[in-house]
């Protein structure tokens, strides 16, 4: 059967192997989202055009959105997905109010909550973007997935980050040269 480039990185020491399963395991089960240090929230209002979210968000360089309530409370998220999805494939109007194309009550997560449990409603739920509120319901940041797996490839840099750049080649160099 043939190994995984992660199963060959592995194949002189097993031992290092379980402890580094462990220690990841471990790191991902006992942190908090608010250790990732996720991207501040970035809004606009339910009354905001399609346009103006996208253009937000290509200024901004981020994936997704949050529509906000007349309170300030997230309604919506809006998503590269959105965009994809309901804008382009359908030839949406741009100057459509966003808060008729958002994907609208997100499930919502705080700063508190485990990385376990938001990869988990992630993966659940196939979200890419999480919003993340305060007590009071306001937002105050949104989880990506791309955040996630930087955290976890951080826990383990020199099994990850040293891998051939593809499958079928080997790295020369612990450093992957």
């Not at 494939?89 to 009550?105: F, G, K, Y």
């Not at 099994?159 to 079928?168: A, S």
Request: aromatic share 4%; charged share 30%; with cysteine.
């Amino acid at each position: 059967m043939d190994e995984s480039e992660f199963d060959e990185a592995y194949e002189d020491d097993p031992e290092a192997r379980a402890i580094d399963e462990r220690r990841l395991g471990g790191a991902i089960l006992g942190a908090a989202i608010e250790e990732l240090e996720p991207q501040t929230a970035v809004s606009v209002p339910r009354s905001a055009s399609v346009k103006d979210a996208i253009e937000l968000m290509q200024d901004r360089g981020i994936g997704a959105v949050l529509v906000l309530d007349d309170d300030g409370h997230v309604e919506g998220i809006f998503t590269e997905r959105d965009v994809l999805r309901r804008v382009a494939l359908a030839r949406t109007e741009p100057t459509r109010p966003v808060a008729e194309l958002m994907t609208p009550s997100p499930e919502c997560l705080g700063l508190q909550d485990g990385v376990a449990f938001a990869l988990n409603r992630m993966v659940v739920g196939g979200f890419r973007h999480v919003p993340i509120v305060d007590d009071a319901g306001a937002p105050v940041a949104v989880l990506s997935l791309r955040e996630v797996v930087s955290f976890i490839v951080s826990l383990l840099p020199s099994r990850v980050l040293n891998l051939p750049p593809e499958p079928g080649l080997e790295a020369r160099s612990t450093d992957g040269g």
